[in-house]
């Protein structure tokens, strides 16, 4: 599986739009990058997943380089609630061991 | 459509009792994974269970530990001789049987066992 290094932490205001770039040079060629959000005593759940170029859903846009040796997950106007931990994985379709890192963990003020 | 159930959310064992921890998949997945996330640390694959069947325990403590899911009823994660080590949060995630992304699991919202 390859590995990935996000920063710890990020701070945000309430209406600014947050980015978190997530590096993961050993990339293998048939890997997907997935974001999971992590909010405080509940489990993960999925945000997005890209394999090139730009994903948008109604939560975030997933932003990956030609390269795919790093991504980048934007939160477009944060709210207070968005505050959580924002894990990045990367792994095949068919992986079933999820991998997660120590995560960035996120905390949006008024 | 009912989510991940996991039960009990809370529980303080003594050292040297035994855990119990449960968890209902979602409606229709056949598939269950057992995740635990230590203070300040991701999430770490334990086992994964279909009915009946265990398909990998590669991350399951070679003792103490063992996980079931039967035919009827939820999968059990079960720690014998509970050590303070063992006092984490314990998930666990389903997805459906025709599941094979490797983004499509679904977590429950944990039990957090804590060991006295």
């Known amino acids: 599986l390859a590995k990935t290094t996000q920063p710890i932490s990020m701070d945000s205001y309430e209406g600014q739009e947050v980015n978190i770039t997530c590096s993961h040079n050993?990339?293998?060629?048939?890997?997907?990058i997935t974001w999971y959000q992590q909010f405080p005593s509940q489990g993960p759940r999925f945000i997005i997943q890209?394999?090139?170029t730009k994903v948008t859903n109604e939560v975030a846009s997933l932003f990956i380089p030609a390269d795919r040796k790093s991504s980048t997950l934007s939160l477009p106007r944060v709210s207070l609630s968005d505050t959580a931990v924002y894990y990045c994985?990367?792994?095949?379709?068919?992986?079933?061991?999820?991998?997660f890192g120590a995560g960035t963990t996120v905390t949006v003020r008024a | 459509n009912a989510g991940v159930m996991q039960n009990p959310r809370h529980l303080v064992r003594r050292r040297g009792q035994e855990a119990r921890l449960r968890c209902s998949p979602m409606?229709?997945?056949?598939?269950v994974y057992w995740y635990r996330q230590l203070p300040e640390e991701g999430l770490k694959f334990m086992v994964y269970?279909?009915?009946?069947?265990?398909?990998?325990e590669s991350g399951m403590p070679k003792e103490r530990f063992s996980a079931e899911f039967p035919k009827e009823g939820p999968s059990i994660l079960r720690i014998q001789q509970v050590v303070r080590g063992d006092s984490a949060a314990y998930f666990c995630?389903?997805?459906?049987?025709?599941?094979?992304?490797?983004?499509?699991?679904?977590f429950g919202p944990g039990t957090r066992l804590t060991v006295l």
């Open positions: 995630a389903s997805s459906p049987q025709s599941g094979g992304s490797y983004n499509e699991q679904f």
């Open positions: 050993n990339i293998a060629t048939n890997d997907y």
């Open positions: 890209g394999y090139k």
């Open positions: 994985l990367v792994g095949a379709l068919g992986d079933y061991k999820l991998s």
């Open positions: 409606k229709g997945h056949s598939h």
């Open positions: 269970l279909q009915k009946e069947n265990i398909i990998d």
